[in-house]
């Protein structure tokens, strides 16, 4: 299968610049504030809250050199409309088994949430769905047997 993992949808890119600028600003500012604030507590050795605010600054670099590394990475992607079911697609299905109805959109890995209905395009079942067609049954392999899932609606 194809790797996917640098792939998201023009909106997703948007989405990835808006949040590292308000990690590079706002974000970066208030942490060196909170180290300000804690330098102010005393002795540097014996001060928690200075060494809480270290590593928060650590982390939040750690999480601008990752969030930088897959704007570098990413590959843009033309949703593709239609009736087709691909990446950047959102498709509900129905469960033939129990009848239960689930709308998805297909993500890259790290834009994936089950929660909000964001299914990784490398997932058993979005490989399942793509390139179906309104009508059509997915079969999703599962370990209690097969699963099958019926499109219902593409956009």
């Known amino acids: 299968m194809e ?9 997703d890119l948007e989405a990835l610049r808006a949040s590292l600028a308000e990690l590079e600003g706002p974000a970066r500012a208030a942490i060196a504030e909170e180290i300000k604030t804690a330098r102010g507590f005393g002795d540097l050795k014996e001060n928690a809250e200075y060494h809480e605010a270290k590593n928060a600054q650590a982390r939040l670099e750690t999480k601008i050199i990752q969030m930088r590394h897959r704007l570098m990475d990413a590959r843009v992607v033309e949703v593709a409309g239609g009736d087709v079911v691909g990446f ?8 033939e088994a129990t009848g239960k109805r689930v709308t998805y959109t297909l993500v890259a890995v790290h834009e994936a949430s089950a929660a909000d209905g964001r299914l ?21 392999p599962a370990p209690r047997g097969e699963r099958k899932l019926k499109v219902l609606a593409v956009n």
């Open 88 to 95: 950047g697609s959102t498709v509900e299905v129905e469960d």
């Open 120 to 140: 990784s395009a490398e997932s058993p079942v979005a490989a399942a769905l793509t390139g179906l067609r309104v009508g059509e049954t997915a079969v999703v």
């Open 3 to 11: 790797n996917l993992d640098n792939q998201m949808t023009a909106a």
